[in-house]
């Protein structure tokens, strides 16, 4: 009889940890392996706050262990190649075989794409840029700071929305003399969540005194300004600019995208079109039944609820025991505005129209997602 417990898991960011922490309390005899390239687990949605100054990076990132009660084998290698027709995956050092592989590899930054980026801008998407970003914004006494979007789909929309907000706030309070203005080639905040609800976030840039430029891509970077295509400039003192994303190397070489450039799924089941091969997070392009945007925005939210399914229906595939589950498309973020208050988005995305709810600014939200990041950076295998 053939094995049908060996599962591998590649990547083990906020998808990856769940499902194989979820697979392992489901399906105790599956044998797990999990591909992670780096040694730590981080929080992504404190990054804002770590570029602030606001947490110190031993809150936002924490070593990667598992624990030894579990039958996981964490695999610290970067995953080379990924081959659906011998069910294998090589890394640098080992070759393994799979009976379910879950993709959880989310997004690589492509700088490289926006001449000047790269040598002129800061960015907050990831640990070490907010690190350097951090000792920027203490050194800005007072200017222009231009922030803004390079390219789309980009990982939690409303983020670098929230960064500014954030930021004027501080430097309101540090009474430092700080004029911002925000580009995008969106239409308006949060496509994904339609006009009405970007109307919002855009009431909430204006009543802080914070321009706002839709509908412009951004063409290159150079010294003091940004040039958009179509000629229009804008300059700047410090600028902050999101990267463009790109799916991983190894998933696009293995023939798992389409010509969204990112893996195709099936919403509910978030299987791939090959046999046992399911993606989550990140990675995937789930196209939205409604007309706001193509696809669904990339979300931490997103990839836990996948994260759920996927778990479900693999153990349940391997106990034989228990109910196939699927995913309704349910999400939510937080949109931090100040030192004490958040604003709230949730809904089900995948509804036609899709049913969303926008929570104005309160101390409640605030305090949920520091909960979230509680849960997340203590969550365990
Ligand atoms: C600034 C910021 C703020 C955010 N705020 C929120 C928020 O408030 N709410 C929310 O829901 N989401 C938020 N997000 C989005 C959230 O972080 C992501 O959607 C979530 O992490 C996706 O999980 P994932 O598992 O798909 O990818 P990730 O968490 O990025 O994990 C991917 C993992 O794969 C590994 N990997 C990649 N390639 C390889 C390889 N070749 N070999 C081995 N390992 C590899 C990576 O090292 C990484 O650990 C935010 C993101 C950012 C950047």
């Known amino acids: 009889m053939s094995s049908n417990d060996r599962v591998i898991v590649l990547g083990c960011g906020m998808g990856g940890l769940a499902v194989s922490s979820l697979l392992a309390e489901r399906a105790p005899k599956a044998s797990i392996t999990i591909v992670e390239q780096k040694k730590i687990f981080e929080f992504p949605p404190s990054f804002p706050l770590l570029a602030m100054g606001r947490r110190e990076p031993g809150k936002v990132r924490r070593p990667l262990y598992v624990s030894k009660k579990r039958k996981v084998r964490l695999v610290n290698d970067r995953v080379g190649s990924i081959e659906t027709s011998s069910r294998t995956v090589k890394t640098g050092s080992e070759e393994l075989r799979y009976d379910h592989l879950v993709i959880s590899m989310g997004v690589e930054y492509s700088p490289g794409d926006v001449p000047g980026l790269e040598k002129y801008a800061h960015q907050f998407y990831d640990f070490e840029s907010a690190m350097k970003l951090r000792d920027a914004l203490e050194n800005l006494d007072g200017g222009k700071l231009a922030i803004g979007i390079s390219r789309l789909p980009i990982k939690c929309p409303v ?173 939510s973020c937080f949109l931090e505005v100040n030192r004490g208050e958040s604003a709230m988005l949730r809904g089900e995305f995948l509804s036609n129209p899709p049913r969303l709810e926008f929570h104005p600014p309160r101390r409640k939200w605030q305090v949920e997602k520091t909960k979230l990041e509680e849960y997340w950076m203590t969550h365990r295998f």
């Open 159 to 331: 983020a670098p929305y929230g960064l500014a907000l954030l930021l004027q706030d501080h430097f309101a309070r540090a009474k430092k003399k700080v004029s911002m203005e925000f580009f995008t080639p969106e239409p308006h905040p949060a496509p994904a969540a339609g006009p009405v609800i970007g109307k919002q976030v855009e009431r909430l840039l204006a009543a802080r005194g914070i321009a706002f430029r839709p509908k412009v891509k951004l063409s290159k970077v150079e010294k003091d300004k940004v040039v958009f295509e179509g000629k229009t400039e804008l300059p700047y003192d410090l600028l902050i600019v999101v990267p463009p994303h790109k799916c991983p190397s190894a998933v696009v070489e293995a023939g798992l995208t389409d010509s969204s450039g990112w893996v195709p799924v099936s919403p509910q089941t978030l299987a791939t079109r090959f046999e046992r091969v399911y993606a989550i997070g990140d990675v995937t392009a789930i196209e939205t039944p409604h007309a706001h945007v193509p696809f669904l925005p990339k979300s931490g939210s997103f990839a836990l609820g996948q994260a759920e399914v996927v778990a479900n229906n693999i153990a349940m595939s391997i106990t034989g025991k228990g109910e196939r589950k699927i995913w309704d498309g349910t999400g």
